[in-house]
């Protein structure tokens, strides 16, 4: 079963900056488009940044400007550097894989959640 692993979140303050990290199986890393989603309490679960295996990338308007997503092909982990942090952003971030290597079926990770707070 594939598994994707994320790590960084925490507590930060207004204005701060976090690194998150998604780990995949390199034989579906190189192969599948990668993203990142994000879900507030009480909110749906909604697109943050994702990546194709090329490194074209695309991004919510809420973040543009302040999160730049990458990955590391050599060591098959997707990352998302996140500055200028809001409490806005305060949700459980999902690492999500889809594309050739997985039959075209989406797979997530388990989560990490971000707070941004004073």
């Known amino acids: 079963q594939v598994q994707l692993v994320e790590s960084g979140g925490g507590l930060v303050q207004p204005g701060g900056s976090l690194r998150l990290s998604c780990a995949a199986p390199g034989s579906i890393f190189s192969i599948n488009g990668m993203g990142w989603y994000r879900q507030a309490p009480g909110k749906e679960r909604g697109l943050v940044a994702a990546?194709?295996?090329?490194?074209?990338?695309n991004y919510a308007d809420s973040v543009k400007g302040r999160f730049t997503i990458s990955r590391d092909n050599a060591k098959s982990t997707m990352f998302l550097q996140m500055n200028s942090l809001k409490p806005e952003d305060t949700a459980v971030y999902y690492c999500?894989?889809?594309?050739?290597?997985?039959?075209?079926?989406?797979?997530w990770g388990q989560g990490t959640l971000v707070t941004v707070s004073s």
């Open positions: 999500y894989t889809r594309g050739a290597a997985t039959g075209y079926v989406g797979i």
């Open positions: 990546i194709t295996s090329g490194g074209n990338t």
